[in-house]
């Protein structure tokens, strides 16, 4: 047994090592923990603390050594088995880690966090076995002692020290698939070359022999899963144990209850996951009973509220959250997290305004890309509102009627103001674009008539005055192939149509006319901008051809012969890029 001295000592270093461990300084922590047992190598709290830094550290190997000792020192112990499964499932030894949580289990059948464990254990392994048997190279990269290999044979040490093998090579250990997308590179056909030998024995490379893997980044215990729920964030790393000899009753007490409540609170997250949201309910009300201070009860209930379908009452905990978060003072990402949730209340009740102020809040607390694009989203949803509030067809009409007398009266202006209005009050009505496009030519603003005609022939595609009118908007900006193209499409409506018709012949007239006269610049400028043109001046077929017709202009009528070819070739002349003789 170790002396009053050694253990004094010990504990003074476990201190520092909470205290480091608080700071999420793991690395720091861990030399404290291992100087606590070496003075007093009979406390299980020891090695439990040390195993939690080594697994937040990427040390599985070490984790699953302390866990087994803090088991062996404590057999009726649930927490060390909780180490030990957590430790066996980073190292994907799932079938292992299922027994440690059951064993556990026999010690404290009521314990959530073991339950917990042992399900997300059971739900990796199986998702384990889907994506090995789904990609053979599966189980090569999901072995740490394969991998840690790699870097002790030398043919394959010297690339893992290029930062893209690095990643592509993580990339694989999470999710096999994506291998197959580097398949190619000759760097990772090495390394699939020397796993391969390594499995099958292969000298110069042997799996055993360098020992612990690598430290890798900290997975979810359960790799593979990817359940995520408002309700049940990601686990947090555990707090040490304390040694509680030298509490007092009343603190003592205080820490039961805080353990009770993460208990419920556990056993809430179950719930939620598995959709029983008034067992997930009343678990998050217990805990927040046992332990007021936690408002992350708080937010789980809101959450258990919501997908409920309670949204009152999801706002009414959200607001108890922020309340009580204020009054103990708690983190600023917890009062974000309530303000979130709310938003996301009244975002399902359509109530946009309180929508907008509860995700300003939360960044206000706490700036996230996703509450940003939640806030984004909660303002078009605002406007678009707004909009429909303001649609009332009969007040359209009469703002319409006094855009014609305008009109008629040359007031382009005015007629412009009630147009506009009249197609806020009624953004359905496609003769209210066609009127406004019509203003804005006699106003010399072509672009914007244009794309009234367009907006004017999406809701009514049979409008034919709207096809009239845009090949005049064509024809007037001297984009004469596409006057063409758009009173074509008016002719397949209305063959008879006499606007459509006489516009087709004054532009053919302005393309004939524009041969015999000096190229316009201009035109031809805004045609090599147009992608229509540049498609078929890209065309290797329609190249030939031109430089053909250039060289040899005798054979132009056999080119012409061919429908696709003419077409374009009088494309390229309406647009005035092509001159004939």
């Given at each position: 047994?170790?002396?009053?001295?050694?253990?004094?000592?010990?504990?003074?270093?476990?201190?520092?090592?909470?205290?480091?461990?608080?700071?999420?300084?793991?690395?720091?922590?861990?030399?404290?923990?291992?100087?606590?047992?070496?003075?007093?190598?009979?406390?299980?709290?020891?090695?439990?603390?040390?195993?939690?830094?080594?697994?937040?550290?990427?040390?599985?190997?070490?984790?699953?050594?302390?866990?087994?000792?803090?088991?062996?020192?404590?057999?009726?112990?649930?927490?060390?088995?909780?180490?030990?499964?957590?430790?066996?499932?980073?190292?994907?030894?799932?079938?292992?880690?299922?027994?440690?949580?059951?064993?556990?289990?026999?010690?404290?059948?009521?314990?959530?966090?073991?339950?917990?464990?042992?399900?997300?254990?059971?739900?990796?392994?199986?998702?384990?076995?889907?994506?090995s048997a789904a990609n053979?190279?599966?189980?090569?990269?999901?072995?740490?002692?394969?991998?840690?290999?790699?870097?002790?044979?030398?043919?394959?040490?010297?690339?893992?020290?290029?930062?893209?093998?690095?990643?592509?090579?993580?990339?694989?250990?999470?999710?096999?698939?994506?291998?197959?997308?580097?398949?190619?590179?000759?760097?990772?056909?090495?390394?699939?070359?020397?796993?391969?030998?390594?499995?099958?024995?292969?000298?110069?490379?042997?799996?055993?022999?360098?020992?612990?893997?690598?430290?890798?980044?900290?997975?979810?215990?359960?790799?593979?899963?990817?359940?995520?729920?408002?309700?049940?964030?990601?686990?947090?790393?555990?707090?040490?144990?304390?040694?509680?000899?030298?509490?007092?009753?009343?603190?003592?007490?205080?820490?039961?209850?805080?353990?009770?409540?993460?208990?419920?609170?556990?056993?809430?997250?179950?719930?939620?996951?598995?959709?029983?949201?008034?067992?997930?309910?009343?678990?998050?009300?217990?805990?927040?009973?046992?332990?007021?201070?936690?408002?992350?009860?708080?937010?789980?209930?809101?959450?258990?509220?919501?997908?409920?379908?309670?949204?009152?009452?999801?706002?009414?905990?959200?607001?108890?959250?922020?309340?009580?978060?204020?009054?103990?003072?708690?983190?600023?990402?917890?009062?974000?997290?309530?303000?979130?949730?709310?938003?996301?209340?009244?975002?399902?009740?359509?109530?946009?305004?309180?929508?907008?102020?509860?995700?300003?809040?939360?960044?206000?607390?706490?700036?996230?890309?996703?509450?940003?694009?939640?806030?984004?989203?909660?303002?078009?949803?605002?406007?678009?509102?707004?909009?429909?509030?303001?649609?009332?067809?009969?007040?359209?009409?009469?703002?319409?009627?006094?855009?014609?007398?305008?009109?008629?009266?040359?007031?382009?202006?005015?007629?412009?103001?009630?147009?506009?209005?009249?197609?806020?009050?009624?953004?359905?009505?496609?003769?209210?674009?066609?009127?406004?496009?019509?203003?804005?030519?006699?106003?010399?603003?072509?672009?914007?008539?244009?794309?009234?005609?367009?907006?004017?022939?999406?809701?009514?595609?049979?409008?034919?005055?709207?096809?009239?009118?845009?090949?005049?908007?064509?024809?007037?900006?001297?984009?004469?192939?596409?006057?063409?193209?758009t009173y074509e499409q008016?002719?397949?409506?209305?063959?008879?149509?006499?606007?459509?018709?006489?516009?087709?012949?004054?532009?053919?007239?302005?393309?004939?006319?524009?041969?015999?006269?000096?190229?316009?610049?201009?035109?031809?400028?805004?045609?090599?901008?147009?992608?229509?043109?540049?498609?078929?001046?890209?065309?290797?077929?329609?190249?030939?051809?031109?430089?053909?017709?250039?060289?040899?202009?005798?054979?132009?009528?056999?080119?012409?012969?061919?429908?696709?070819?003419?077409?374009?070739?009088?494309?390229?002349?309406?647009?005035?890029?092509l001159k004939v003789a």
């Amino acid at each position: 047994m170790p002396s009053e001295e050694s253990i004094q000592k010990s504990l003074e270093a476990k201190a520092r090592g909470n205290e480091a461990f608080a700071k999420r300084d793991f690395a720091a922590a861990i030399p404290h923990f291992t100087e606590a047992i070496g003075h007093d190598p009979t406390n299980h709290v020891f090695f439990s603390n040390r195993s939690a830094c080594y697994a937040s550290t990427g040390m599985y190997t070490e984790a699953l050594a302390d866990a087994e000792k803090c088991v062996e020192l404590k057999p009726d112990w649930a927490k060390g088995y909780s180490r030990k499964g957590a430790a066996l499932s980073f190292l994907r030894r799932y079938d292992e880690a299922e027994t440690a949580y059951a064993k556990g289990l026999e010690a404290d059948p009521s314990n959530a966090q073991l339950k917990s464990g042992l399900e997300e254990a059971k739900r990796a392994r199986v998702q384990y076995e889907q994506a090995s048997a789904a990609n053979p190279f599966a189980a090569m990269f999901q072995d740490p002692a394969a991998l840690q290999a790699l870097a002790t044979n030398p043919e394959t040490a010297a690339l893992l020290a290029d930062p893209e093998v690095v990643r592509i090579l993580e990339q694989a250990r999470t999710n096999p698939n994506t291998l197959m997308q580097h398949i190619q590179d000759p760097r990772i056909t090495k390394i699939l070359g020397a796993l391969l030998q390594a499995q099958m024995g292969g000298a110069g490379m042997d799996p055993f022999a360098a020992g612990d893997e690598a430290p890798q980044d900290v997975p979810s215990a359960a790799a593979g899963s990817t359940h995520e729920s408002a309700a049940a964030e990601p686990a947090p790393e555990e707090e040490p144990e304390e040694d509680e000899s030298q509490l007092t009753e009343e603190e003592r007490a205080e820490r039961a209850a805080k353990r009770e409540a993460e208990s419920e609170k556990q056993a809430g997250n179950a719930a939620y996951k598995a959709k029983n949201f008034d067992d997930a309910i009343a678990h998050y009300t217990k805990a927040f009973e046992l332990d007021d201070k936690n408002v992350s009860y708080l937010t789980n209930r809101a959450a258990a509220k919501f997908e409920k379908g309670d949204l009152e009452g999801c706002v009414a905990d959200c607001e108890e959250a922020i309340a009580q978060g204020r009054t103990v003072h708690a983190d600023y990402q917890q009062i974000a997290k309530a303000y979130e949730r709310k938003g996301n209340a009244y975002m399902k009740t359509k109530r946009f305004d309180e929508a907008v102020e509860a995700y300003d809040a939360a960044l206000t607390e706490h700036r996230t890309d996703r509450v940003y694009a939640k806030l984004k989203e909660a303002k078009r949803a605002k406007k678009r509102a707004e909009e429909d509030a303001y649609i009332n067809p009969e007040i359209a009409l009469k703002e319409k009627e006094a855009g014609n007398e305008l009109f008629k009266a040359g007031d382009f202006v005015g007629a412009l103001r009630k147009y506009e209005e009249a197609i806020r009050r009624n953004p359905a009505d496609h003769l209210l674009y066609s009127n406004r496009s019509a203003t804005f030519m006699k106003l010399g603003r072509l672009p914007e008539a244009l794309k009234d005609c367009e907006k004017c022939l999406e809701i009514d595609p049979t409008f034919i005055k709207a096809y009239a009118r845009k090949g005049d908007i064509h024809a007037s900006m001297k984009e004469h192939h596409k006057a063409l193209t758009t009173y074509e499409q008016g002719l397949k409506i209305d063959p008879e149509n006499e606007m459509l018709k006489n516009g087709y012949q004054r532009v053919m007239f302005m393309i004939q006319a524009s041969q015999g006269s000096e190229a316009d610049e201009e035109q031809r400028q805004r045609a090599m901008a147009d992608p229509e043109i540049q498609a078929i001046l890209a065309d290797p077929l329609m190249r030939t051809t031109l430089n053909t017709m250039q060289q040899e202009p005798d054979r132009a009528a056999d080119f012409l012969r061919d429908p696709q070819v003419a077409d374009k070739i009088n494309k390229l002349i309406a647009a005035g890029v092509l001159k004939v003789a």
